[in-house]
């Protein structure tokens, strides 16, 4: 099955990354979300980030202005019916992704491969409230999207192997690295990465360090590009306060317990360098630790 159209749910950080990525490569892709603005801002990102790759000669200007035409956005989520390929990118919360796909599934083509970019949960309980769980995976690329090389490919319980590899070929022509996951919560690296996350929030909870104390010590000291609560910033609180609860819920070890700190930040609606507040502050000029 040739794969030429591309259909992103959810305008947010990783839609629009999404969504840029795979118009660089020669798809065409409509990008939906529910709110005009969030598909102006979307925009605005994807054209950024193409002069970004142009000046660094990644890209020429024609490629991009070649991207920018093959990129097409709707408030309709019906409008993706004729895609070839659905990536969603919504929010991190269940009920919003199994909403998204009941909605969408009696418009798809019998052909289309249904793929959720979700960062924890599960493939084969997403797969299975579709009318094709064997066309169905997790594809979960990572943050920023334009530079990350990883896409995880995750199957569900009743995946097919000729979606697996429809999928593989996608990644490839994107110009990026597949790694293999089984479908248990959060999969690889958000397994392995959100603990650690988290217990940077604990070891600030417990006044073990401050705000820049933590990240210096993980970017000088373990030589991470970015501190792990600049970079739970830069993911989102709420993202990693969700993933974090799919990690209890789902392997009920209380070793996830998310920090409580953690869910003070997602309560008062500070949640990383989107809403501008997070373990920094983002308004002023440079990023003030608010710890
Ligand atoms: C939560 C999940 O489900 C899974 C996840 O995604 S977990 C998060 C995974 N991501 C990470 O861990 C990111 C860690 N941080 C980094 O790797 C780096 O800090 C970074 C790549 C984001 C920025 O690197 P930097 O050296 O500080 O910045 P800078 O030199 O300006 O940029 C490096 C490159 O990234 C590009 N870039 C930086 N930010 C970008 C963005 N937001 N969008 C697009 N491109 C971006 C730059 O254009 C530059 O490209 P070239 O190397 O091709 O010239
Ligand atoms: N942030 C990260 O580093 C990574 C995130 N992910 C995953 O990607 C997904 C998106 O995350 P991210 O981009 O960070 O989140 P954002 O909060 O940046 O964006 C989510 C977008 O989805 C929109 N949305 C919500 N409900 C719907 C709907 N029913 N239909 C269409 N759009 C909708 C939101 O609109 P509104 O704001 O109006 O609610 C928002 O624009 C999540 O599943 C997340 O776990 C995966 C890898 C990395």
């Keep these: 099955m040739e794969i030429k159209s591309v259909g992103v749910v959810g305008a947010g950080q990783m839609g629009n990354g999404i969504a840029h990525v795979m118009a660089v490569a020669g798809y065409d892709v409509v990008l939906n979300d529910l709110n005009a603005d969030a598909l102006e801002r979307a925009m605005a990102v994807i054209d950024k980030n193409l002069d970004r790759q142009v000046s660094r000669n990644i890209i020429s200007a024609d490629d991009k202005a070649a991207s ?8 309709e989520l019906t409008e993706l019916g004729q895609c070839d390929l659905i990536v969603e990118a919504a929010t991190e919360r269940e009920e919003i992704k199994t909403k998204i796909f009941e909605t ?3 418009h798809l083509k019998p052909n289309t491969i249904l793929t959720s970019n979700t960062s924890s949960i599960s493939i084969t309980r997403l797969a299975s ?3 094709r769980p064997e066309k169905f995976m997790g594809f979960h690329f990572m943050n920023p999207v ?4 990883l896409v995880e490919l995750i199957r569900g319980i009743a995946t097919d192997q000729e979606t697996y590899q429809a999928c593989l ?3 490839e022509d994107l110009g990026k690295t597949a790694a293999s996951a089984e479908d248990f919560p959060a999969f690889i690296v958000n397994r392995i990465l959100m603990p650690m996350i988290n217990e940077a929030v604990y070891t600030l909870y417990e006044g073990v360090g401050n705000v820049s104390s933590i990240d210096q010590a993980m970017k000088l000291g373990a030589n991470h590009p970015m501190g792990p609560l600049e ?6 609180l709420d993202t990693c306060l969700a993933i974090m609860n799919v990690l209890h819920d789902g392997l009920g070890d209380t070793k996830y317990r998310p920090c409580p700190l953690l869910s003070k930040y997602v309560e008062a609606g500070w949640l990383g360098r989107k809403t501008s507040r997070g373990f920094y502050d983002y308004r002023g000029d ?6």
């Design 68 to 75: 920018l035409a093959r990129i097409s956005s709707t408030q």
């Design 104 to 106: 969408l599934v009696p």
């Design 129 to 131: 409230r579709t009318d």
């Design 146 to 149: 334009p530079v990350m090389q």
């Design 169 to 171: 070929k996608v990644v």
């Design 231 to 236: 970079l739970a910033d830069f993911i989102g």
């Design 286 to 291: 440079a990023p003030v630790p608010t710890r």
